[in-house]
């Protein structure tokens, strides 16, 4: 990872965009559950084709023109559980999810964003099919407000946003998608802010406080796919690139490093391209069809591809360019494969093959040389085949011109997906305001007073005004405070601090929840098996006193592997049921008068031999507190019993 | 003030503290008017509430970057040779929203059809009408006879072509029926299509219904039909004979489907493909096409509920109504309270006719004896005849016979499918019980 000047030098800028699904219980524009109960089985399944509609200024989106050209058929599957007709786009929306934009309006009220007066439903046109309308519904909440970092550095809010999550994804096949219902409608969050981030660790801690605010709410849905974080990306002289859908934080860092390394290497070679003198005009669309030199070769892969009906094999030659298709723009991935990104997208082609890869795919040297005195290419010119339909291989190397002539600006603007790698892959031009129509089916929502007041009760803290309150009102030091915080168990720990009340038996519990947990984690216990209610149930024993610390960890680390018993069935089979007084009393008298001499020659000085051999046989069936007491009234008694 | 601003660029600060720059658009008609509507430069919309702001000022607008069209029909399709006729009378399906008023305006030109679905030029060429433009429910006999007349005019004058007739989807099924009484024995066929899903949307179901329209109308099949969805995907359209089909749901794209009856045919968009369902479909003529376009707005449709007394009918029969189709119960009951209203409506030479608001099945007035006092007392059975269908043949004898003999003798007979003889079991749906 690079160090801090280094993102200063680049003059790294980036927003970030968080997506949080809510826990409420209705979807936002039908009354669906947002947490299915019960079976799930699939019921039904239809199919769909979307086509690109005209915004007022005559505009077609454009990535939205392809996917419809392409003929691509959704295919949906729905439960009953799940999904009603307004999924489906056989009913009209409901009014919006007044509780959603309840907890919008509390977070924006935590973060300082102002709410707009009325609430306007729009229509973000998304031709994937992961809707079924072919838009998502979308409104904007508020404006402005800010985060504080824990440097003091304050990242911008710039706006936020309640909207509907899309359908998930199931496959894909030919030219069918197929999606699943359940998660469309579900009411999201969007935080975005203004691109004040300068290094991938303000990235995460931005995004680690957004996200720790938003489940302050008590709101916030969790699990796997609950956030998604969406960035925008540019470096000094580079361009804003969005980058989608990194679902793990852990990631974020990597792909911030790899997006803006991604930029400075297109920078690099847009400079290339000046040195060599090179323009954008001399670039030129002149395919050759070099089908016949292809099919003298041996190539395995040129022959499949060719084997394809109506396939021919297309190239253009590229004045000046060796070496610069085969540079490394980002790991494993070359300047080459943003060509073959572009031509896959607008040409639906397979992929393209480039001089810097061969020889390669089974093509000889003299295969290479043979295309190259086809193309009446020079030594130092690159030359792209595309080997598919006539049609397609012509509109792919006709976005490969396109990408290439893109190179002579540096960076284009673009919309990127965040692969699991930490790269990122092109996955359609940056959309236009153009994509954004009213819902015209539901009327504005004002945002009243008494809204606004109600939504006031739900505003999360701030993370340094939330520590405060763990310390002063929970018993916490700061350091487990910090911990818990941030922990996945803080509602938990918020739960049983209700049921319970407030204590200081809340140390124990959060160190439990949290440091216990963690470091049986570590150990390599099946922490996850843990229940809730296993949980609540510990920690009702530990408000009663009937469990040490030691019988906790004991207790959990025995339920870890039969996470079906109970807390109290568990504690009888370790036999950390708690002693009454008079049974400690007597192990403790026994353990005296079977150590009566140490006893007698140290006097009180052995209470910590005696107490460490009562802790030895009580250990987590006794309070420390009271045996040390005990111990010492009994060592007294005994002394003064000798005495007199 | 929402006026002198008006399209206007502005930057508004308001009492809140909102700091904001964008265009104002007008409201909608039905919103409220203490709110300035403003579109933001990254594309949403927001209301501002007048007397929040404190400060507002016009400022110029940053230059408007350059908008590439892309066209949906770039590559010509292949072309047909055939040509149809669509006329426009309103509904979502023929029309587009303004977004800045969220008005809606008809499409006006063939052309900005055709660029909208390229793919219809593959199946025929368009000719584009726009007699009006209505709301289904503003549909009246008035605009039925309009429209046979057009259709009427259209037919003889290019008997080979066919027409489509595109239609809000709330009273198509009516104007479907009148049609199919009106113009008999057609040279070419005509369909009426509509969208349950407005244009402006990707989902819309315009395109695809509209696509299954021209195939239809390019066919040979003789009669007056509603094309719709025929199930909630985009595989197959419904071809529904004009007088047997209902709107059943109020939402879903396959809400119009064949009562008691199979569909006509079966229309694949994408295959270019028509299956028919059925063995009694009429085909062109070329001879013997009538055209008689009146209709009687002096027909009323009643539902008898119950408590339902006899007073509606004597009203309608004392405002001069000369045909009441009463939507009864059952095999077609009404309570006995109502007899001397409907004989007292008999005697003063109005037409009584019975249908049952049980929508499926046929009446049957043998079975009780309440349905065979009303027989007595000159109620006209319907058999299955859809209560809508009834109303609307009822009108149409109504306007184009005086002998109020032949009306009935009509009435009772079926002239183009409305009335059929067999139900099958498998002419219900099967609907959800779980599990
Ligand atoms: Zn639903």
């Not at chain 1, 540079?327 to 494969?337: A, L, N, V």
Request: proline share 4%; with cysteine.
């Amino acid at each position: 990872m690079e160090n801090e000047n280094y993102y200063q030098k680049i003059g790294l800028k980036v927003g970030l965009e968080v997506h949080q699904q809510l826990d409420v219980e209705r979807k936002l524009f039908c009354n669906c559950p947002v947490t299915p109960q019960g079976d799930n089985a699939i019921l039904s399944s239809f199919e769909r084709r979307l086509r690109p509609t005209r915004s007022e200024l005559g505009e077609i989106d454009i990535a939205a023109y392809f996917e419809w050209k392409r003929g691509r058929k959704y295919i949906y599957q729905s439960s009953e559980n799940t999904s009603c007709l307004v999924e489906a786009d056989e009913e009209p929306p409901h009014p919006i999810n007044i509780e959603a934009v309840r907890v919008g309006l509390a977070f924006a009220h935590s973060v300082g964003s102002t709410p707009v007066d009325e609430l306007h439903v729009m229509r973000k046109i998304v031709i994937d099919g992961s809707n079924t309308t072919g838009f998502q519904r979308t409104a904007l909440l508020s404006i402005g407000g800010s985060i504080e970092l824990s440097n003091g550095k304050k990242i911008r809010i710039s706006t936020i946003c309640v909207e509907e999550d899309s359908s998930k994804k199931l496959g894909e096949e030919d030219n069918n998608v197929i999606y699943d219902l359940e998660r469309l409608g579900v009411p999201l969050l969007e935080i975005s802010t203004q691109p004040d981030i300068n290094t991938p660790e303000e990235a995460v801690e931005t995004a680690l406080t957004i996200g720790l605010m938003l489940r302050l709410t008590g709101k916030a849905k969790r699990g796997i796919g609950s956030v998604r974080q969406d960035l925008n990306i540019s470096v000094r002289g580079g361009t804003k690139v969005e980058v989608k859908g990194v679902q793990e934080l852990e990631l974020l860092p990597l792909v911030i490093e790899n997006e803006a390394r991604r930029q400075l290497k297109l920078l690099e070679i847009k400079e290339l391209l000046l040195q060599r003198g090179l323009k954008k005009e001399d670039i030129a669309l002149n395919f050759v069809d070099i089908t016949d030199v292809l099919s003298k070769t041996d190539s395995k892969v040129v022959k499949k591809l060719l084997s394809k009906e109506n396939a021919v094999g297309l190239a253009i030659c590229v004045p000046k360019m060796r070496g610069l298709l085969g540079m490394e723009i980002q790991p494993g991935k070359r300047f080459g494969t943003e060509l073959s990104d572009y031509a896959k997208f607008w040409g639906g082609v397979k992929g393209i093959i480039h001089s810097d890869e061969l020889p390669g795919y089974g093509l000889s040297i003299n295969d290479v040389r043979a295309i190259y005195e086809k193309l009446k290419c020079s030594e130092e010119d690159a030359f792209i085949v595309i080997i598919d339909e006539e049609r397609k291989a012509r509109e792919g190397l006709r976005a490969v011109v396109d990408r290439l002539k893109m190179a002579f600006d540096g960076v284009p603007p673009e919309t990127r997906a965040a692969m699991p790698d930490g790269t990122t892959r092109f996955m359609r031009p940056l959309p236009g305001s153009a994509r954004m129509y009213p819902e015209t089916d539901i009327p504005p929502l004002v945002i009243t007073s008494e809204l606004l007041s109600s939504a006031k009760q739900l505003a999360p803290p701030t993370p340094k005004e939330a520590i405060q309150l763990l310390v002063s009102e929970y018993n916490l030091n700061e350091e487990l405070a910090k911990e818990l915080l941030f922990d996945e168990n803080y509602a938990l720990f918020m739960d049983i601090a209700k049921l319970l009340g407030k204590g200081s038996y809340l140390k124990t519990v959060a160190w439990m929840l949290v440091q216990l947990r963690k470091a049986l984690k570590r150990e390599g216990f099946q922490v996850e098996n843990i229940t809730k209610e296993q949980y609540v149930s510990l920690s009702q024993k530990i408000y009663e006193e009937k469990i040490t610390k030691e019988g906790v960890e004991e207790v959990i680390k025995y339920l870890c592997n039969n996470p079906s018993l109970s807390v109290d069935e568990v504690m009888d089979k370790l036999g950390l049921k708690p002693l009454d007084m008079e049974a400690i009393n007597a192990i403790i008298k026994k353990i005296i008068e079977e150590n009566a001499k140490i006893v007698e020659e140290k006097g009180e000085k052995a209470f910590g031999i005696i107490m460490g051999k009562a802790m030895e046989i009580l250990r987590g069936r006794a309070q420390g507190k009271i045996v040390s007491e005990l111990v010492r009234r009994n060592i007294n008694e005994y002394l003064s019993a000798k005495k007199g | 003030m929402s006026n002198e601003y008006l399209f206007k660029r502005v930057k508004i600060k308001t009492k809140t503290g909102l700091e904001i720059e964008g265009t104002v658009l007008p409201r909608y008609a039905l919103f409220s008017n203490e709110y300035l509507t403003i579109k933001l430069d990254n594309g949403y919309n927001i209301g501002i509430k007048k007397d929040n702001i404190v400060h507002i000022e016009e400022v110029e607008r940053p230059p408007k970057r350059e908008v590439v069209i892309y066209k949906l029909d770039e590559e010509a399709a292949t072309k047909s040779s055939k040509t149809t006729k669509i006329i426009l009378t309103g509904g979502t399906i023929a029309s587009k929203i303004d977004y800045e008023t969220g008005g809606v305006t008809p499409i006006l030109t063939a052309s900005e059809l055709l660029e909208a679905i390229p793919e219809l030029r593959e199946i025929t060429d368009i000719e584009l009408e726009s007699p009006m433009s209505i709301f289904s429910e503003e549909m009246t006999p008035h605009e039925w006879k309009r429209i046979a007349e057009i259709v009427a005019k259209e037919l003889l004058s290019n008997p080979d072509r066919g027409l489509i007739i595109a239609h809000g989807t709330d009273t198509m099924g009516y104007t479907s029926a009148a049609l199919s009484f009106a113009l008999q024995n057609l040279p070419s066929p005509v369909a009426l299509v509509g969208a349950q899903r407005s244009s402006d949307r990707p989902s819309s179901d315009s395109a695809f219904n509209l696509l299954a329209a021209a195939l239809y109308a390019t066919s040979n099949i003789g009669e007056v039909s509603v094309v719709m969805h025929g199930t909630i995907s985009d595989t197959y359209a419904l071809a529904h004979r004009g007088t047997r089909v209902r709107k059943m749901h109020t939402s879903r794209r396959d809400a119009f489907q064949s009562i008691n009856s199979l569909p006509i045919a079966k229309i694949l968009p994408y295959e270019k493909k028509i299956v028919l369902l059925r063995k009694d479909i009429k085909e062109t003529k070329q001879e013997g096409f009538e055209a008689k376009t009146n209709f009687s707005d002096k027909v009323a449709l009643i539902k008898f509920y119950p408590g339902m007394s006899g007073d509606v009918i004597d009203f309608l029969v004392d405002k001069g109504y000369r045909g009441i189709v009463i939507e009864g119960t059952g095999l077609g009951h009404v309570s006995l309270r109502l007899l001397n209203s409907i004989k007292r409506a008999v005697e003063q030479e109005a037409i009584v006719t019975m249908t049952s608001q049980c929508i499926f099945g046929t009446i049957n007035m043998n079975v009780y004896s309440t349905g065979r006092k009303l027989l007595e007392a000159g109620v006209l059975p319907s058999a299955d005849m859809l209560p809508e269908t009834a109303f609307v043949k009822l009108s149409w004898l109504l306007g184009n016979y005086n002998d109020i003999d032949v009306v009935k003798k009509l009435y009772v007979t079926n002239l183009v499918g409305e009335i059929e003889y067999r139900r099958t079991i498998s002419a219900f749906p099967r609907w959800y019980h779980g599990e």
